[in-house]
Antibody, heavy 120, light 110 residues
């Protein structure tokens, strides 16, 4: 079945970087844009950015001031999100989500989420 | 880009109807018929309930409906059921390949 499976929880110190993976299965990975969305504890969803797996083109929210990078490995049908210069406010669940798959301009498939904790 | 504005909480009794509003600007909600709504239960990933303002994905109950007027989109849930208790988020395309989420609304079924 169509699914996105993310890597496991991470604990990082302030100033470090974290890299979260998102493996797609059940569909052609290069056919749909992959977005990243995060959710701090008890807070709302925050859009981070996207990657087009076919071209590698990316775009990110200005809120992250260049701290986020998204890459992909098409041979492994996997997208990666790296967030650098971590601070406590980056503690959140990070989701990958497929965009405009079955439904136009909507996130139809979500990963299970990856908890990232930033603590000294 | 500021988050879309949603009420923090709404509540209703089983069988009743509720409406959740989502207010944006002429640069996002008001400019595009590309508003989607997501349901999120505690500890779970969001699930799309409405896309393109008023379209329902297959498998989503017809008790869920969406609409838009000007800069405000709305999600209506009729015939409330206990299982509808969750957080709901709106999302809008905001031009230049950017999307923006609402602040979220907690629905309590009394």
């Amino acid at each position: 079945q169509v699914q996105l499976v993310q890597s496991g929880a991470e604990v990082k110190k302030p100033g470090a970087s974290v890299k979260v993976s998102c493996k797609a299965s059940g569909y052609t990975f290069t056919s749909y844009t992959m977005h990243w969305v995060r959710q701090a504890p008890g807070q709302s969803l925050e859009w981070m950015g996207w990657i087009r797996p076919d071209s590698g083109n990316t775009q990110f929210s200005q809120n992250f001031h260049g701290r986020v990078t998204v890459t992909r490995d098409t041979s492994a049908s996997t997208a990666y999100m790296e967030l650098s210069s971590l601070r406590s406010e980056d503690t959140a669940v990070y989701y990958c989500a497929r965009y405009s798959g079955n439904y136009r301009d909507a996130f139809d498939i979500w990963g299970q989420g990856t908890m990232v904790t930033v603590s000294s | 880009q500021s988050a879309l504005t949603q009420p923090a909480s709404v509540s209703g009794s089983p069988g009743q109807s509720i409406t959740i509003s989502c207010t944006g600007t002429s640069s996002d909600v008001g400019s595009y018929n590309l508003v989607s709504w997501y349901q999120q239960h505690p500890g779970k990933a969001p699930k799309v309930m409405i896309y393109e303002v008023s379209k329902r994905p297959s498998g989503v109950s017809n008790r869920f409906s969406g609409s838009k007027s000007g800069n405000t989109a709305s999600l209506t849930i009729s015939g409330l059921q206990a299982e509808d208790e969750a957080d709901y988020y709106c999302c809008s395309y905001a031009g230049t390949n950017i999307v923006i989420f609402g602040g979220g609304t907690k629905l309590t079924v009394l």
